[in-house]
T-cell receptor, first 115, second 112 residues
Framework: KAGVTQTPRYLIKTRGQQVTLSCSPI?????VSWYQQTPGQGLQFLFE???????NKGNFPGRFSGRQFSNSRSEMNVSTLELGDSALYLC??????????????FGQGTRLTVV | KQEVTQIPAALSVPEGENLVLNCSFT??????LQWFRQDPGKGLTSLLL?????REQTSGRLNASLDKSSGRSTLYIAASQPGDSATYLC???????????FGRGTSLIVHP
């Protein structure tokens, strides 16, 4: 059974640009949640999508958005990048709604560097 | 503000020791609590999930307990091995929501 796949693994962007990250969940999983990990703030929840609908959202500005497709694949978009957006972005998939409500399977992450 | 605190922040032990990692949270109505392992630069691996109706879960050399009344969870690692070296995080949805809150983690080094 394939795991959670995140692409790309590494990304370097310039301030002011926008970026789109992709996450393919485990087959059959309908919940995808996104997280930002930085040395200063630790791991923080961004949002969760279940059946193509955003179900929960963390405390992040509107520059951070996402969507989920009918095949459960999810994308996360960050517009007008700031230096502070440099982080490891992780996604996780689970079988039911509620990020971490059931066993969560994480991808390897996308390392975003904003210069 | 709902918080999850992990103590100690770092731990270095010789191989073979039994370890206790602590996680405390501010919400006694926690929905569940999950322990994860993270290797440097990698994603998280779920180790144990304890539902609110459960008191503990076991997997191999790992045992996790949950005491909602005191706001604490403990991860016990028996007979530690160098391969256990990683950062261990606990997390759960707090405040009656589905929004998970993570601790800052315990960085564990097990030396041969």
């Amino acid at each position: 059974k394939a795991g959670v796949t995140q692409t790309p693994r590494y990304l370097i962007k310039t301030r002011g640009q926008q970026v789109t990250l992709s996450c393919s969940p485990i087959s059959g999983h309908r919940s995808v949640s996104w997280y930002q990990q930085t040395p200063g703030q630790g791991l923080q929840f961004l949002f969760e999508y279940f059946s193509e609908t955003q179900r929960n959202k963390g405390n992040f500005p509107g520059r951070f958005s996402g969507r989920q497709f009918s095949n459960s694949r999810s994308e996360m978009n960050v517009s007008t990048l700031e230096l502070g957006d440099s982080a490891l972005y992780l996604c996780a998939s689970s079988s039911s709604q509620g990020a971490l409500g059931t066993e969560a399977f994480f991808g390897q992450g996308t390392r975003l560097t904003v210069v | 503000k709902q918080e999850v605190t992990q103590i100690p922040a770092a731990l270095s032990v010789p191989e073979g020791e039994n370890l206790v990692l602590n996680c405390s949270f501010t919400d006694s109505a926690i929905y569940n609590l999950q322990w994860f392992r993270q290797d440097p630069g990698k994603g998280l691996t779920s180790l144990l999930l304890i539902q609110s109706s459960q008191r503990e879960q076991t997997s191999g050399r790992l045992n996790a307990s949950l005491d909602k009344s005191s706001g604490r969870s403990t991860l016990y690692i028996a007979a530690s091995q160098p391969g256990d070296s990683a950062t261990y995080l606990c997390a759960g949805p707090l405040g009656g929501s589905y929004i998970p809150t993570f601790g800052r983690g315990t960085s564990l080094i097990v030396h041969p």
